[in-house]
């Protein structure tokens, strides 16, 4: 019986791919059997040699997605260079903090380029690609705990990542009958570069971890069977779900 987890003969297009979340998300999917195609500012060399070190195929696009416009060539570099791609995994983004009050527009609109727009966009590229191949295919978007929740001092990221999971359902209501699945992750509380001050401050850290019913800080690597099984078959019906991935921090 085929194994319903095999991303065999798969690629895979992983945006901010060179730590963190987006680093495991890509070796998750390359230890399932998909090559990568990683898309980001400065080459993930570490990401690079993990891939590798799963005999599969790596190929790096330098991109800049804060520019929407960079999408269609970032397609291109993908499919020329491996030959389809069969996975999307939007998971680049960055954040402003400042308060409401005194939120710029640069502060709105650097956030929502680079977490909404060109996510959009990135999809709508790839949705282009796999019809066009008579394919289906799977789209993954990384969505947070502030999809759920309103947070403080993160207008820009909150409104991205709300509208993550609003865009999420609204593409799977139009392309799942094009064999398109589109999802999306909402990581809880990880241990990554981002939450280094906040692991690091007793209090703090003493808090987040009193509301996680896990009691630990998540690993990068528990994102990658969430992954895995919304890009396989495995998960094929599943469409439109914002699944949360947060040791049960939603659920106190």
């Given amino acids: 019986m085929q194994n319903p987890f095999d991303l ?36 993930p060399d570490e990401t690079k040699a993990e891939v590798k070190a799963l005999g599969r195929k790596f190929h790096f696009i330098k991109a800049d997605l804060g520019d929407a416009s960079v999408v269609g060539d970032v397609m291109d570099a993908a499919v020329q260079n491996l030959g389809t791609v069969d996975i999307l995994v939007n998971n680049a983004g ?34 282009r690609h796999v019809t066009g191949a008579d394919k289906g295919g799977s789209i993954i978007n990384i969505a947070s705990m502030l999809s759920f929740q309103g947070g403080i001092r993160v207008a820009s990221y909150t409104a991205s990542k709300s509208g993550i999971a609003g865009l999420t359902k609204l593409l799977a209501n139009e392309w799942a009958s094009k064999r398109i699945n589109v999802n999306a992750i909402a990581p809880g509380y990880f241990a990554t570069n981002n939450t280094t001050a906040l692991r ?53």
């Fill in 94 to 127: 960055t954040i402003k903090r400042n308060d409401a009050l005194d939120f710029t527009e640069d502060e709105w609109d650097t956030v929502m380029n680079v977490n909404l727009k060109t996510a959009f966009f990135l999809s709508q590229a790839f949705a």
């Fill in 200 to 252: 690091a401050d007793e209090k703090r850290n003493a808090e987040i971890l009193g509301r996680i019913p896990a009691g630990r800080w998540g690993q990068p690597s528990d994102l990658s069977g969430a992954a895995v099984f919304l890009a396989s078959e495995a998960g094929a019906y599943v469409h439109g779900a914002v699944i949360p991935v947060d040791g049960g921090w939603l659920a106190r």
């Fill in 8 to 43: 065999s003969g798969k690629v895979a297009l992983v945006t901010g791919a060179n730590t963190g979340l987006g680093q495991a998300l890509a070796v998750g999917l390359a230890a399932a059997g998909a090559d990568i195609a990683a898309v980001g500012r400065s080459t």
